[in-house]
């Protein structure tokens, strides 16, 4: 069993940065790899970025490759989210998400969800 919650969420403008962070608790988060998801109004729920359980490895959707650099620190239970270079398209609710099948894009491999935090670009 893995409880998530993120924070860092916010208004910011375009072109701004943003630091999401997602603790963890249970004792398998170590060993789960992890991932960031994102879901605008009126649209399905997107893979943004994945790390493995080691660090070791990651994934990024296109979108997002080259602004948004996905980190985990495993002494602090915690994964982040270091978004740069925003803009208005990157408006959504980000979810993190654990999953014990390596890294992967597919949220239907992800058994574990937090609750979200609103990230809002203005242009």
């Known amino acids: 069993q893995v409880l998530l919650v993120e924070s860092g969420g916010g208004l910011v403008q375009a072109g701004g940065s943003l630091r999401l962070s997602c603790a963890a608790s249970?004792?398998?988060?170590?060993?789960?790899?992890m991932g960031w998801f994102r879901q605008a109004p009126g649209k399905e729920r997107e893979f943004v970025a994945a790390i493995s359980w080691s660090g070791g490895s990651t994934y990024y959707a296109d979108s997002v490759k080259g602004r948004f650099t996905i980190s985990r620190d495993n002494a602090k239970n915690t994964v982040y989210l270091q978004m740069n270079s925003l803009k208005p398209e990157d408006t959504a609710v980000y979810y993190c998400?654990?999953?014990?099948?390596?890294?992967?894009?597919?949220?239907?491999?992800?058994?574990?969800w937090g609750q979200g935090t609103q990230v809002t670009v203005s242009s």
């Open positions: 998400a654990a999953t014990n099948f390596g890294v992967t894009s597919s949220p239907s491999s992800y058994a574990y």
């Open positions: 249970g004792r398998t988060f170590s060993r789960s790899a």
